[in-house]
């Protein structure tokens, strides 16, 4: 494996935890510059389609959105596979997502396992999130203890 590789490989590390930690810390305008600006996000939930944004501008929108709902997050990511292609990779990245909302006066926690499959590319010298789609594999809903 070729240095270039291994620092792209690094670099792409570096990119999928700079999200993960933005959306801990509900920066979305900064994660937004993660993204090419045609940037593309798929969520499924199971087989089931369950929304498709396209373009920093919508994204930002309903991130935003999604995260006035939740007072807390809290992600680890596990293994990320990439392949690297000159300017280009793809990537499975696997995480593990908490998310704490209010309900009927109670803290609910959701714990989901989800699957990102990525397309990176890289532009001006940085790596970019051009497409990912996120496929929750398995959530828990319970009431917060403690």
């Known amino acids: 494996m070729s240095l270039e ?5 690094l670099e792409l590390r570096e990119l999928v935890d700079a999200y993960a930690n933005l959306t801990d810390e509900k920066k979305i305008e900064e994660q937004m510059l993660l993204f090419t ?15 498709e944004v ?3 501008k919508q994204l930002g929108e309903d ?7 939740v007072k807390r997050y809290f992600s680890i990511n596990g293994q990320h596979v990439v392949k690297v292609d000159g ?12 998310m704490v909302r209010d309900e009927d006066g109670k803290e609910v926690i ?5 699957r990102y499959d990525d397309v990176y590319v890289r532009q001006n010298g940085a790596w970019l999130i051009k497409e990912r789609t996120a496929n929750f ?10």
């Not at 590789?5 to 490989?9: E, G, L, P, W």
């Not at 991130?63 to 709902?69: E, V």
Request: charge should be neutral; proline fraction near 4%; aromatic fraction near 10%.
């Open 54 to 56: 396209i373009g920093t």
């Open 63 to 69: 991130f935003t959105s999604h995260a006035s709902q």
């Open 110 to 114: 959701t714990d989901y396992s989800v």
């Open 37 to 51: 600006p045609d940037g593309r996000y798929t969520v499924y939930v199971g087989e089931r389609l369950l929304s």
């Open 137 to 146: 594999i398995i959530f828990d809903a319970r009431p917060l203890q403690g």
């Open 87 to 98: 300017d280009t990779a793809t990537g499975v990245v696997f995480s593990q997502i908490k």
């Open 5 to 9: 590789i291994v620092q792209a490989k």
